[in-house]
């Protein structure tokens, strides 16, 4: 079974740039989650998606973060424009929906640095 | 009420030891509580998971001890060996969404 894919692995951008990243989860995942990992920390939920609607996206800071998830399979976060906070590792994780399979499996993550 | 709390921040053990990591809870509602570990570069692996209707866990050398009562759970990695040496994440969650992992634990096991 392929992992959950992500692109670029790196990025480096100067603040008030706009920056994009892709998530690919593993197939008939319907369950699609973005997570910031601030260097140190445990992840945070930014958006939940079930297919290709919304479930939660409480701790998104809308303001300048943006994501959809078209045909409910790939997905891509969106930050314009960027400040030296968003400097973080952003995982993407996915599972299957249904009460009986909890297990969240991420991808490796895009490392962003805001400089 | 969101918040999992783990401690210690980091741990050293030597090859063949018995690690230990903690977690507490507030919010009475979570009904699932993994442990994750992570690899530097990596994302992080599930690793093991409770349900609070039982108080032990065990997978190979990995057990979780659950206290519904005292609303802690905690990781045991027997015969800890250097290919353990990772960080750890406890996490829970209620009806498996939008998990709330705690802070880590940095753990490094001397050959």
């Known amino acids: 079974e392929a992992g959950v894919a992500q692109s670029p692995r790196y990025k480096i951008i100067e603040k008030r740039q706009s920056v994009a990243f892709w998530c690919n989860p593993i197939s008939g995942h319907a369950t699609l989650y973005w997570y910031q990992q601030i260097l140190g920390q445990g992840p945070k939920l930014l958006i939940q998606f079930q297919n290709n609607g919304v479930v939660d996206d409480s701790q998104l800071p809308k303001d300048r973060f943006s994501a959809e998830r078209l045909k409910g399979v790939d997905s891509t976060l969106k930050i314009q424009p960027a400040k030296l906070e968003d400097s973080a590792v952003y995982l993407c994780a996915s599972s299957f929906a249904g009460r009986r399979s909890y297990g969240y499996t991420f991808g490796s993550g895009t490392r962003l640095t805001v400089v | 009420q969101q918040q999992v709390k783990q401690s210690p921040q980091s741990l050293i053990v030597q090859k063949g030891g018995i690690s230990i990591i903690n977690c507490a809870y507030e919010?009475?509602?979570?009904?699932?509580f993994p442990w994750y570990q992570q690899f530097p570069g990596k994302g992080p692996a599930l690793l093991i998971a409770?349900?609070?209707?039982?108080s032990e866990k065990k997978e190979g050398r990995f057990t979780i001890s659950f206290n519904k009562s005292a609303k802690q759970f905690s990781l045991h990695i027997m015969d800890s060996q250097p290919g353990d040496s990772a960080t750890y994440f406890c996490a829970a969650s209620i009806n498996g969404q939008n998990f709330v992992f705690g802070p880590g634990t940095r753990l490094s096991v001397l050959p």
């Open positions: 409770i349900r609070p209707d039982v």
């Open positions: 919010n009475t509602a979570f009904d699932y």
